[in-house]
Structure formats: structure tokens, C-alpha cells
């Protein structure tokens, strides 16, 4: 009697642990039919903003709003070059004032005409204070951007000054400074059109955003999933050539790419830094490693004299080639970074402005050396390298470490070089856009649009809005000024480059590695591809 | 009865502005969130001030925890950075927190006690030393560890299970999810239950019920186990409110956006609304939760009732 009992009990656990595992199997849907109407299914991460172009900042938000819009301008998948798209044309005898004229027969989806008045308006309530948007800065080239976003205060005026709307398919733009490359910037998500449902109903707008892309909103569950479906009556050349995406929100990219090699997900953008050493056993060549135009390097404190001065120019010099790239990039990043030997990114080609080895020795892991200019220097200010970085996300403690590793072998010191972490990226952020920080601490810079002067002007620009070092330097002001005004765009290029090389003797950041998307892709989909946004290029994947 | 379920009620209320306050200064103490809502750039200041006084960072600590908590009490928790109010967030995120608690919970009461009651009766046998040394592996592996392990092997190599779950997920979907996350106290469970029934099987309305020549069965679930569960519901309850806070790790690895989601992108992105709203209930659930277990204490044991 008492067997029969034990044996009863031991079969109850046993049955409920086999219907757990047996229940989970079930429900599975299989993605539908494959072909011109297969759907993709893609990882995504949630967006950080309310999904409104100008107030998209990140790439997650991004990347959808890339599927539902098109500007006057798109970067070629491959080549990054800017493409007229809804533009017919940008032209300007000045470099300042521009006329933009539009193709015939853009709509939105909604129906409504995509006219001059669609981009006029939505620039004015991208660039006006009172509607927060964290990209307004896009829109300060054009006159009268200090008065509906002044620095301070409140905003004297309501719309542009310098945008005119001509006729239905004509509008004017008047800069407040020569600028020969601004119509190469218009590509950027920013500057898309919005129809008149987004000012009439702004919340349903965002709750289900309708734009002029390949691709319509059928479903968007905030902080979950969204589901694109091909739009059929599309009016531009690069039409969806599968049914729809299916963007699935993941925490965490292990749990992303884990579905993936199941087979519950098409693809994933964004390889877990963990999963590089399997990735090629794991998925063969259904793996993708392309350049992005992304680059990250080692910022200094101006701010603080101790580093503004003529030794310490050399000390700089002296740590970037105390660092060893190559076997860093190979064994921290499994190759998913390129050794960095200027200050942009290879995605923008010989013609735009990337110049391998502009940077020369300097960049050039070079042992005594660097040990040399160190020492000449009059050593690390301050005694002892400080590399602050935030350890939440982005796992940059282990390369940190590295580097610092790198540095300590040149100056023979165990303490000459230490990460400090900062627990959240918020706070790390405050403190390097507050001044804080009194050694060095690591920076990136992800382009807005694949032009030269984006990864110079920005960011080392006197009081340009990422000049976060505070670094300041007359000649080079003056030559991005005159690249700026240069209406010849290979001159423009080359001139933005002698800007390139004071930073090679003046070292103001030390340029690190060029980051590469990474994208893992299931056998069900083909043509995967990423931009040299190292976003996906959806419409172009076709589901067998 | 009545008083003592008054007097713990107003127990509550010190607790409730207590832990709201002591939230609301950590996530204040981690700094500028505005700062990082621009990512690698910094934010155009006349936008980041707008920003401050629209989210009311502007003012001081104390202010912002007073009007917070007026809203509060009104049913407005504030508004995500990503304008989402916290109160559609919560709408979406207890449900499915709730649901992979009642799994976890019931997988605890179903498997913990059973086994705690058969190795209790049995100390000593080989049934026993089995699930005793199991138990005692389940404790000393960490949860992420079980948890990908059965993603793995169900979810990749045998392919029985998914690995992560869909949008709104269902009960089934959400059983080995619960089943991980329930792992650790239903080892507990078994712990506690086996010793309790072990120290119970000796005493004397246990011979005497026996004596009494009541069946096997009876003896064993109407005098035994009931005598035997207090320490046992005492632990199960608090425990639910733990399980709903500490599902972060689970939620993550099988990409359930419940409560730990919410709560993991609120800290990662430093929202206080989010953050303070979501602790808030918790805290009000650990609250609940704890109530509930000691009037459970009276069902159980009618001593209790009149001490």
C-alpha cells in the first residue's frame, strides 16, 4: 500500500513536468507563405523616444522609421552616396540659397500628396523649442533657427524664416552660412515629410505613425512588436520585395539570437558580443560583418589646463600609440572592429573623405616610441590615466581593460592606466556634458549621414554641440569653414582632410577602431544586407 | 479578527511612504537622466531644460517626491520618457508578471509540497538523499543557469519549447519560464515541507489519529500536511511578492515583457516615473501578500485566531 502511494506522487511530478514541456511546444505559427508575400521576422530593441523623425535619435526607432518614410534624399544601401528621391532636384548657385523641387505623384499612404507644405511643416515643428525634439539641432543651418530655438528663453517665432514654400512641388531654403554639402544631409530621418494627420490627431498619429515609405503600419504594441506590411501602391522605384516585417522587441540579443539559430526568427541585427566565436559555426556564411559609420575613440578634458598644453599634446600622441589595435580588435571584438588610422569611417570611400592611414605612426602601436613621447611629455597628467566608461550597457569594461593593459606594458607600470566605470549610461553622460571628468574617457560617434564633415565638424568644432573635450583650435575652425563654403565637392573633401591632419599632431581624441554592423540571418530569407547605417536594408529581402 | 486586520492596514501606510521615498532618492542619487536620452551626443540645452521641467527635474528632491505622490493618489503615475504613461505600461506588464507568478507559485505548491511530503514520510531512504541532493543543486545553481540551459536544450536542440515567448504571452507558453523561476523556492519548498512533515509525523494527535485506525490518507493530508503547511504558506507568500520583482533575470532570458522588463529598462534609462511607479505596487503586493499569509495563519491554525 505504501508503494503504491510513493510510486502515485512520483508520477503526479512526473506528469506535470511532461505536459510543461509538452503545453510549451505548442502554438506555433510558421510565418505564413513564403515569396513576394513571405513576412521577415527581425529582432528589435524598444524605441527610446515617442517614434517621431525628429525626435529619433537612436537606431531602433530609426530603423522603422527608415521602412515608413522616404525624404528628398536616401543613402544608397551599398555605397552610402545620397540619391534624389522625392527631390527631383536641390539646386543653388550660392551654396547658401537652395531651391527644392519635388517629383510629381509621391503620396502618403493615407492618400494625402506629399507637396512642399508636407516637408515646410513638418521642419518648422521639428526645429520649434516647444515641441522637444531631441534632433532639432538638424535644422540650425537654416535662417531663422535661432529664433524658434533660441539657446535660452522662449522662442520669438514660430516657423523658419528661411524656408519658403513656392509652389505644390517648390520650396526655398536660405542657410545662414555657406554650406555646399547641406543637400547631402537631407537624407537624414529628420527632415522626412508628415502629413496632416500628425498635427490633426498627434497621439494616434504615434500610437500608428503614417508616412511615405514602402512599408505601412499594420500593428504597433508599444515596448513589444510592430508589424510593416508592404505598401502595393508605393510610387518610388524601391519597392518592398517581400510581404511585410515583423520587428519583435528582445531585452536581451542572446534570447534574440538563441530564437534565431531555432528558427523562430528571420533575422537579427545586432550579434551578441558573447556568440562571436560560434556565430560563424553557428549560421556559415548567413553571417554578415560590414563596415558601419560608426567610430570610437578616447576623448580628453580640455576644460582642464593640465591637459591643454604642449607636453600634453605629446602625451597624447604617446598613449594612442601605447595602444596596441590590432590584437585588441582581433581578440576582445572577434574582428567585429577595424583598427582605426583616422578620424571617420571606411562606409564613406576614398571619394568621401575616408583616408586609411591618414593618421599614420601616430596611430601605430609603436612600443618605445610611445614610451619616448610619454616620458617627453613630462608623463600622464595627473600621474595616472583614468579611462571612464559606463558599465551598463555595451560591455566596454573588457576593452577597456585592454587598453589599459596596452598603456601599462609600454609605461612598465601596473597603475598607469584604470578604467573607471560609471553605473549608468545617464549618469556617465552627465558627467562628461557637465565638465566632470578629469582624465579621459571613452566616446563614440555614430554618423547622421555619411559625409566627412559629419564626423568632423561635430565633434571638434570650437563649442560645436559634441565637442564634449571642449578642444578648440583656430586653424582647424577656419578650414572646416572654408570646406564648408567650397562649392566644389571634391575640393570641399580634400579640404575637410587638411582639417583631418591637425588632429593627427594636435590628437584632441584617440581614434580607436571603426565599428561594423554585425547581422545573423535565417536559410528561409536572402539579399540580407546592412547599410552603412549597419541598419537592415528590409525591402530588399526576399523570403524563399 | 476584525482589529487585527485594521491594525495591519494601518501598519501599511508608514511602510508604503517609507519605501516610495527611499526609491524615489536612489534613483534621484544616480543623476541627470536627460543626459542620456540624446545617447552619444549631448543634448541642445534649450531642449534638455524643456525636457527637465516637463518631467519636473528641475525642482528639488523633496517637491518632485510630494507632487509624485499627489499624482499618485489620483491614479497618474507620470508619463515614460518614451510618452507612454506608466499606467498603460503597468496595464501591460502586471498581467503577464501575475501570469508567470501563478505559474511559478503553483508549480511551487504542486511539486514542492508533494516532494516535501514523500521525502518527509520517508527520511532517510533513497527517495529521499534523491531529492535532497537535488534540491540541494537547484539552490547552488543561479536561475540564469537553469534558465538557459532549458532554453537550450528545449528551445534550440529539441525544439519543443520556443525559446522566447510571444507579445502577450499564454499560460502554456509561460510554463518553463515559471517552472525556472519557481525553481530555486520550490526547492525551498520541499526543504521546508520535508522537515516540517518529519518533525509532525512523530507528534502525538499524529499517533492518535493513527490509533484511531483513520486511513493512511487521511491522517496524512487532514492531520499531517495541515499542521505541517504554516511555515511553509508563510514562505509562499512572501515569496510571491519576491517572484514578481525578482523575474527580471527569468523575463529576460525568455524575453517576457513583464514587470522586470519594465523595471530593467526604467533603471537602465534612469525613469523615475517608471521605476518609482512599478515599486510602488510591488511593494503594495509584498504588502498584500503578507497580510494574506497571516490571515491564512488564523484558517490554518485556530490557535492563532484567538492569541
Same mark, same amino acid.
Not at chain 1, 217 to 236: F, Q, T, V
Not at chain 1, 388 to 393: E, W
Not at chain 1, 535 to 544: A, L, R
Given at each position: 500500500?505504501?508503494?503504491?502511494?510513493?510510486?502515485?506522487?512520483?508520477?503526479?511530478?512526473?506528469?506535470?513536468?511532461?505536459?510543461?514541456?509538452?503545453?510549451?511546444?505548442?502554438?506555433?505559427?510558421?510565418?505564413?507563405?513564403?515569396?513576394?508575400?513571405?513576412?521577415?521576422?527581425?529582432?528589435?530593441?524598444?524605441?527610446?523616444?515617442?517614434?517621431?523623425?525628429?525626435?529619433?535619435?537612436?537606431?531602433?526607432?530609426?530603423?522603422?522609421?527608415?521602412?515608413?518614410?522616404?525624404?528628398?534624399?536616401?543613402?544608397?544601401?551599398?555605397?552610402?552616396?545620397?540619391?534624389?528621391?522625392?527631390?527631383?532636384?536641390?539646386?543653388?548657385?550660392?551654396?547658401?540659397?537652395?531651391?527644392?523641387?519635388?517629383?510629381?505623384?509621391?503620396?502618403?499612404?493615407?492618400?494625402?500628396?506629399?507637396?512642399?507644405?508636407?516637408?515646410?511643416?513638418?521642419?518648422?515643428?521639428?526645429?520649434?523649442?516647444?515641441?522637444?525634439?531631441?534632433?532639432?539641432?538638424?535644422?540650425?543651418?537654416?535662417?531663422?533657427?535661432?529664433?524658434?530655438?533660441?539657446?535660452?528663453?522662449?522662442?520669438?517665432?514660430?516657423?523658419?524664416?528661411?524656408?519658403?514654400? /513656392? !509652389?505644390?512641388?517648390? #520650396? $526655398?531654403?536660405?542657410? +545662414?552660412?555657406?554650406?555646399? *554639402?547641406?543637400?547631402?544631409? %537631407?537624407?537624414?530621418?529628420?527632415?522626412?515629410?508628415?502629413?496632416?494627420?500628425?498635427?490633426?490627431?498627434?497621439?494616434?498619429?504615434?500610437?500608428?505613425?503614417?508616412?511615405?515609405?514602402?512599408?505601412?503600419?499594420?500593428?504597433?504594441?508599444?515596448?513589444?512588436?510592430?508589424?510593416?506590411?508592404?505598401?502595393?501602391?508605393?510610387?518610388?522605384?524601391?519597392?518592398?520585395?517581400?510581404?511585410? /516585417? !515583423?520587428?519583435?522587441? #528582445? $531585452?536581451?540579443?542572446? +534570447?534574440?539570437?538563441?530564437? *534565431?539559430?531555432?528558427?523562430? %526568427?528571420?533575422?537579427?541585427?545586432?550579434?551578441?558580443?558573447?556568440?562571436?566565436?560560434?556565430?560563424?559555426?553557428?549560421?556559415?556564411?548567413?553571417?554578415?560583418?560590414?563596415?558601419?559609420?560608426?567610430?570610437?575613440?578616447?576623448?580628453?578634458?580640455?576644460?582642464?589646463?593640465?591637459?591643454?598644453?604642449?607636453?600634453?599634446?605629446?602625451?597624447?600622441?604617446?598613449?594612442?600609440?601605447?595602444?596596441?589595435?590590432?590584437?585588441?580588435?582581433?581578440?576582445?571584438?572577434?574582428?567585429?572592429?577595424?583598427?582605426?588610422?583616422?578620424?571617420?569611417?571606411?562606409?564613406?570611400?576614398?571619394?568621401?573623405?575616408?583616408?586609411?592611414?591618414?593618421?599614420?605612426?601616430?596611430?601605430?602601436?609603436?612600443?618605445?616610441?610611445?614610451?619616448?613621447?610619454?616620458?617627453?611629455?613630462?608623463?600622464?597628467?595627473?600621474?595616472?590615466?583614468?579611462?571612464?566608461?559606463?558599465?551598463?550597457?555595451?560591455?566596454?569594461?573588457?576593452?577597456?581593460?585592454?587598453?589599459?593593459?596596452?598603456?601599462?606594458?609600454?609605461?612598465?607600470?601596473?597603475?598607469?592606466?584604470?578604467?573607471?566605470?560609471?553605473?549608468?549610461?545617464?549618469?556617465?553622460?552627465?558627467?562628461?556634458?557637465?565638465?566632470?571628468?578629469?582624465?579621459?574617457?571613452?566616446?563614440?560617434?555614430?554618423?547622421?549621414?555619411?559625409?566627412?564633415?559629419?564626423?568632423?565638424?561635430?565633434?571638434?568644432?570650437?563649442?560645436?554641440?559634441?565637442?564634449?573635450?571642449?578642444?578648440?583650435?583656430?586653424?582647424?575652425?577656419?578650414?572646416?569653414?572654408?570646406?564648408?563654403?567650397?562649392?566644389?565637392?571634391?575640393?570641399?573633401?580634400?579640404?575637410?582632410?587638411?582639417?583631418?591632419?591637425?588632429?593627427?599632431?594636435?590628437?584632441?581624441?584617440?581614434?580607436?577602431?571603426?565599428?561594423?554592423?554585425?547581422?545573423?540571418?535565417?536559410?528561409?530569407?536572402?539579399?540580407?544586407?546592412?547599410?552603412?547605417?549597419?541598419?537592415?536594408?528590409?525591402?530588399?529581402?526576399?523570403?524563399? | 479578527?476584525?482589529?487585527?486586520?485594521?491594525?495591519?492596514?494601518?501598519?501599511?501606510?508608514?511602510?508604503?511612504?517609507?519605501?516610495?521615498?527611499?526609491?524615489?532618492?536612489?534613483?534621484?542619487?544616480?543623476?541627470?537622466?536627460?543626459?542620456?536620452?540624446?545617447?552619444?551626443?549631448?543634448?541642445?540645452?534649450?531642449?534638455?531644460?524643456?525636457?527637465?521641467?516637463?518631467?519636473?527635474?528641475?525642482?528639488?528632491?523633496?517637491?518632485?517626491?510630494?507632487?509624485?505622490?499627489?499624482?499618485?493618489?489620483?491614479?497618474?503615475?507620470?508619463?515614460?520618457?518614451?510618452?507612454?504613461?506608466?499606467?498603460?505600461?503597468?496595464?501591460?506588464?502586471?498581467?503577464?508578471?501575475?501570469?508567470?507568478?501563478?505559474?511559478?507559485?503553483?508549480?511551487?505548491?504542486?511539486?514542492?509540497?508533494?516532494?516535501?511530503?514523500?521525502?518527509?514520510?520517508?527520511?532517510?531512504?533513497?527517495?529521499?538523499?534523491?531529492?535532497?541532493?537535488?534540491?540541494?543543486?537547484?539552490?547552488?545553481?543561479?536561475?540564469?543557469?537553469?534558465?538557459?540551459?532549458?532554453?537550450?536544450?528545449?528551445?534550440?536542440?529539441?525544439?519543443?519549447?520556443?525559446?522566447?515567448?510571444?507579445?502577450?504571452?499564454?499560460?502554456?507558453?509561460?510554463?518553463?519560464?515559471?517552472?525556472?523561476?519557481?525553481?530555486?523556492?520550490?526547492?525551498?519548498?520541499?526543504?521546508?515541507?520535508?522537515?516540517?512533515?518529519?518533525?509532525?509525523?512523530?507528534?502525538?494527535?499524529?499517533?492518535?489519529?493513527?490509533?484511531?485506525?483513520?486511513?493512511?490518507?487521511?491522517?496524512?493530508?487532514?492531520?499531517?500536511?495541515?499542521?505541517?503547511?504554516?511555515?511553509?504558506?508563510?514562505?509562499?507568500?512572501?515569496?510571491?511578492?519576491?517572484?514578481?520583482?525578482?523575474?527580471?533575470?527569468?523575463?529576460?532570458?525568455?524575453?517576457?515583457?513583464?514587470?522586470?522588463?519594465?523595471?530593467?529598462?526604467?533603471?537602465?534609462?534612469?525613469?523615475?516615473?517608471?521605476?518609482?511607479?512599478?515599486?510602488?505596487?510591488?511593494?503594495?503586493?509584498?504588502?498584500?501578500?503578507?497580510?494574506?499569509?497571516?490571515?491564512?495563519?488564523?484558517?490554518?491554525?485556530?490557535?492563532?485566531?484567538?492569541?
Amino acid at each position: 500500500m505504501r508503494g503504491a502511494t510513493q510510486v502515485r506522487w512520483a508520477a503526479c511530478a512526473v506528469a506535470v513536468a511532461l505536459t510543461a514541456t509538452a503545453c510549451g511546444g505548442g502554438g506555433g505559427d510558421d510565418g505564413g507563405s513564403g515569396g513576394a508575400d513571405g513576412i521577415v521576422s527581425s529582432s528589435w530593441g524598444d524605441p527610446q523616444n515617442p517614434l517621431e523623425p525628429a525626435n529619433t535619435n537612436e537606431v531602433q526607432g530609426g530603423k522603422v522609421l527608415d521602412m515608413v518614410f522616404r525624404g528628398l534624399i536616401r543613402y544608397d544601401p551599398k555605397t552610402g552616396e545620397a540619391e534624389n528621391m522625392v527631390a527631383e532636384s536641390i539646386d543653388s548657385t550660392d551654396s547658401q540659397n537652395f531651391t527644392i523641387k519635388l517629383k510629381d505623384g509621391w503620396t502618403f499612404s493615407n492618400g494625402e500628396k506629399v507637396t512642399a507644405k508636407s516637408f515646410v511643416d513638418a521642419w518648422n515643428y521639428g526645429a520649434a523649442l516647444k515641441n522637444n525634439q531631441k534632433n532639432a539641432y538638424f535644422f540650425q543651418y537654416i535662417e531663422g533657427y535661432d529664433k524658434v530655438h533660441p539657446e535660452s528663453g522662449s522662442a520669438s517665432a514660430e516657423t523658419l524664416s528661411g524656408l519658403k514654400v /513656392v !509652389d505644390d512641388l517648390t #520650396f $526655398t531654403a536660405k542657410l +545662414t552660412q555657406k554650406f555646399s *554639402l547641406w543637400p547631402d544631409t %537631407l537624407g537624414y530621418s529628420a527632415f522626412v515629410p508628415l502629413p496632416k494627420a500628425f498635427y490633426d490627431d498627434h497621439d494616434a498619429w504615434l500610437s500608428k505613425p503614417v508616412g511615405n515609405g514602402p512599408y505601412t503600419i499594420e500593428s504597433y504594441a508599444k515596448g513589444s512588436s510592430m508589424n510593416l506590411r508592404k505598401w502595393d501602391d508605393y510610387p518610388g522605384d524601391d519597392k518592398a520585395k517581400n510581404g511585410g /516585417v !515583423d520587428l519583435k522587441v #528582445f $531585452t536581451d540579443n542572446n +534570447t534574440a539570437y538563441t530564437d *534565431l539559430t531555432s528558427g523562430n %526568427l528571420d533575422l537579427v541585427d545586432d550579434v551578441p558580443a558573447s556568440q562571436l566565436r560560434n556565430v560563424e559555426a553557428d549560421l556559415g556564411d548567413r553571417y554578415i560583418n560590414t563596415p558601419a559609420g560608426i567610430i570610437q575613440t578616447l576623448a580628453f578634458p580640455f576644460y582642464d589646463k593640465e591637459w591643454d598644453t604642449d607636453d600634453a599634446r605629446k602625451v597624447r600622441q604617446g598613449l594612442s600609440m601605447a595602444i596596441n589595435r590590432p590584437q585588441i580588435t582581433d581578440q576582445i571584438f572577434q574582428k567585429t572592429r577595424t583598427p582605426a588610422s583616422d578620424w571617420t569611417s571606411p562606409v564613406l570611400g576614398e571619394e568621401g573623405g575616408f583616408k586609411k592611414g591618414l593618421c599614420g605612426k601616430e596611430c601605430t602601436y609603436d612600443k618605445a616610441a610611445a614610451k619616448k613621447l610619454i616620458d617627453e611629455g613630462g608623463g600622464i597628467p595627473g600621474g595616472r590615466l583614468k579611462i571612464s566608461y559606463n558599465a551598463d550597457t555595451g560591455s566596454h569594461k573588457e576593452w577597456v581593460d585592454a587598453v589599459c593593459n596596452s598603456i601599462n606594458n609600454v609605461m612598465g607600470d601596473n597603475k598607469a592606466c584604470v578604467g573607471g566605470p560609471v553605473g549608468t549610461f545617464a549618469d556617465f553622460r552627465a558627467q562628461v556634458s557637465t565638465q566632470k571628468l578629469k582624465s579621459a574617457w571613452r566616446a563614440g560617434w555614430q554618423m547622421d549621414y555619411p559625409l566627412i564633415q559629419n564626423f568632423l565638424q561635430p565633434l571638434y568644432y570650437t563649442n560645436a554641440p559634441s565637442n564634449d573635450g571642449k578642444w578648440s583650435n583656430e586653424e582647424f575652425d577656419g578650414l572646416i569653414d572654408k570646406a564648408n563654403a567650397e562649392t566644389d565637392k571634391a575640393k570641399a573633401v580634400t579640404t575637410f582632410q587638411d582639417a583631418e591632419k591637425i588632429l593627427v599632431t594636435e590628437m584632441p581624441v584617440i581614434p580607436l577602431w571603426y565599428q561594423n554592423g554585425s547581422a545573423g540571418y535565417s536559410d528561409r530569407v536572402d539579399n540580407v544586407a546592412l547599410n552603412p547605417f549597419s541598419v537592415p536594408v528590409y525591402e530588399e529581402i526576399t523570403v524563399k | 479578527m476584525g482589529r487585527y486586520v485594521i491594525r495591519r492596514l494601518l501598519q501599511m501606510i508608514p511602510v508604503f511612504f517609507g519605501t516610495t521615498l527611499l526609491i524615489f532618492l536612489m534613483v534621484n542619487v544616480m543623476g541627470d537622466p536627460i543626459a542620456g536620452l540624446c545617447g552619444d551626443r549631448q543634448c541642445d540645452p534649450a531642449t534638455a531644460a524643456q525636457l527637465r521641467s516637463e518631467f519636473g527635474l528641475d525642482k528639488p528632491v523633496w517637491q518632485q517626491y510630494l507632487t509624485y505622490m499627489g499624482n499618485v493618489f489620483t491614479g497618474d503615475f507620470g508619463t515614460a520618457f518614451n510618452g507612454q504613461k506608466v499606467t498603460e505600461l503597468m496595464a501591460t506588464a502586471f498581467p503577464i508578471t501575475i501570469r508567470l507568478t501563478v505559474v511559478a507559485v503553483v508549480f511551487e505548491v504542486v511539486i514542492g509540497i508533494s516532494l516535501g511530503v514523500v521525502t518527509g514520510l520517508r527520511r532517510g531512504r533513497p527517495v529521499d538523499t534523491t531529492v535532497l541532493i537535488l534540491t540541494l543543486v537547484v539552490i547552488a545553481v543561479p536561475t540564469f543557469v537553469t534558465g538557459l540551459l532549458l532554453q537550450l536544450l528545449l528551445g534550440v536542440k529539441w525544439g519543443i519549447i520556443k525559446p522566447s515567448v510571444s507579445a502577450d504571452p499564454t499560460f502554456d507558453e509561460l510554463l518553463v519560464p515559471g517552472l525556472v523561476l519557481a525553481s530555486v523556492s520550490l526547492a525551498y519548498v520541499t526543504r521546508l515541507t520535508r522537515t516540517s512533515i518529519a518533525e509532525n509525523a512523530r507528534a502525538d494527535y499524529v499517533r492518535t489519529a493513527v490509533a484511531k485506525g483513520l486511513p493512511r490518507r487521511r491522517v496524512v493530508v487532514r492531520h499531517l500536511l495541515r499542521n505541517s503547511l504554516i511555515p511553509v504558506v508563510t514562505f509562499i507568500g512572501t515569496d510571491v511578492g519576491a517572484l514578481m520583482g525578482g523575474a527580471i533575470v527569468t523575463e529576460r532570458i525568455f524575453n517576457i515583457h513583464g514587470v522586470g522588463y519594465q523595471l530593467y529598462q526604467g533603471i537602465l534609462r534612469q525613469n523615475s516615473q517608471t521605476v518609482v511607479g512599478f515599486v510602488t505596487i510591488l511593494v503594495l503586493v509584498f504588502l498584500a501578500a503578507n497580510l494574506i499569509v497571516d490571515l491564512l495563519y488564523a484558517v490554518l491554525d485556530p490557535r492563532i485566531r484567538y492569541a
